[in-house]
């Protein structure tokens, strides 16, 4: 059975950091392109950044030179590390993958808040 399973939210100030991870299932994490998306109240989930197998990198705009994605395929996890937080971060963040989505995990809240 497929399974997602996010952590390492928090309430951090602005311009903290945390380091998401998530553990995927081994069908759906083997030669996928991984990604981390985030749903912020009364919006749209929406694409934050996503990762190869062989680990080539894309980032959305608005996290571009704060976020760091990165995966350890021996462990079936990908992480998302956010430097530089601002308080438009806030949001609950998931990861799936990016081509092919399977059932989405419980997410992370992470709030940045002074």
């Known amino acids: 059975q497929v399974q997602l399973v996010e952590s390492g939210g928090g309430l951090v100030q602005p311009g903290g950091s945390l380091r998401l991870s998530c553990v995927a299932s081994g069908r759906m994490f083997s030669n996928n392109r991984m990604a981390w998306y985030r749903q912020a109240p009364g919006k749209q989930r929406e694409w934050v950044a996503s990762?190869?197998?062989?680990?080539?990198?894309n980032y959305a705009d608005s996290v571009k030179g704060r976020f760091a994605i990165s995966r350890d395929n021996a462990k079936n996890t990908v992480y998302l590390q956010m430097n530089s937080l601002k308080p438009e971060d806030t949001a609950v963040y998931y990861c799936?993958?990016?081509?092919?989505?399977?059932?989405w995990g419980q997410g992370t809240q992470v709030t940045v808040s002074s």
């Open positions: 799936n993958g990016f081509d092919t989505q399977f059932p």
């Open positions: 990762i190869t197998w062989s680990g080539s990198t």
